[in-house]
């Protein structure tokens, strides 16, 4: 899509760039930003997947 998608995780991050894909196994706690200004990115869930909002990963 556009811009560079940032997904923090407990021990990390990822980078997704467009026409990139990552799937985060249910349960995982993560956090998603735009490395820039601003991405535009598709997310694709369950239909009732449950989200819990919390602070953010620690960061190493």
């Known amino acids: 899509m556009e811009g560079v998608l940032v997904i923090e995780f407990d021990d990390g991050e990822a980078r997704l760039w467009a026409r990139q894909m990552l799937t ?29 909002f919390c602070d953010a990963p620690a960061r190493g």
């Open 24 to 52: 985060v196994p249910a349960g995982v706690k993560h956090r998603t930003r735009p490395a820039g200004k601003r991405s535009v990115n598709l997310t694709v869930e369950k239909k009732n997947a449950h989200t819990v």
